[in-house]
């Protein structure tokens, strides 16, 4: 074979094989970048664990002082507490709330002369979203009256559903057990 064809043939591999080489490189920055979109937006996806964490925090902690006033009340100041309890109610859960409230607790409050008086001795979060947390709470209730006069303490446990509205978690379930 003459010098000239040889280097030639050379040459021709060399090409190819540098080409090849460019190709590899190229598919392999395209996968390496679609692996950093892909991560990115996954990421982006996930909640903050730090977020969910702080607002399970203020959840269980309006789900106490809303339980606390939920369930206590004076028969003298009856009417005042329920409107103030309203503003931590939503959903039909604040109707249901102010049905109870006018038609079954305030006349035998009023009639007793009852007053109760809620603690709530520690919450713990059931279960959570980020607009919706369940909150369990541990209440002991005193109560006195005219047909009471020595505190009777009720021990009672509370799941509260708190709905986040706005920037406020309001309670719009709760369930007694």
Do not use: H
């Not at 303490?153 to 309670?171: C, F, H, P, S, Y």
């Amino acid at each position: 074979m003459p010098k000239s064809q040889t280097s030639a043939q050379g040459a021709v591999g060399t090409s190819a094989g540098a080409s090849g080489r460019r190709g590899w490189l190229a598919s392999l920055a395209c996968l390496v970048a679609a692996c950093c979109l892909l991560a990115g937006v996954a990421a982006a996806s996930l909640p903050d664990a730090g977020e969910r964490g702080r607002a399970e925090r203020a959840a269980a902690s309006q789900a106490r002082t809303s339980v606390e006033q939920m369930l206590s009340y004076n028969y003298r100041t009856i009417d005042g507490q329920a409107a103030q309890v309203e503003g931590l109610l939503t959903g039909p859960f604040k109707n249901e709330f102010s049905a109870a409230m006018d038609k079954e607790i305030k006349p035998l409050a009023v009639k007793n002369q009852t007053v109760v008086s809620a603690r709530v001795s520690d919450v713990g979060v059931m279960s959570s979203t980020p607009s919706t947390v369940k909150v369990l709470a541990f209440v002991n209730q005193a109560r006195v009256g005219s047909d009471q006069k020595q505190p009777v303490v009720d021990q009672n446990r509370v799941i509260a559903t708190m709905t986040k509205v706005g920037e406020r978690w309001l309670v719009s379930r709760v369930d007694a057990f």
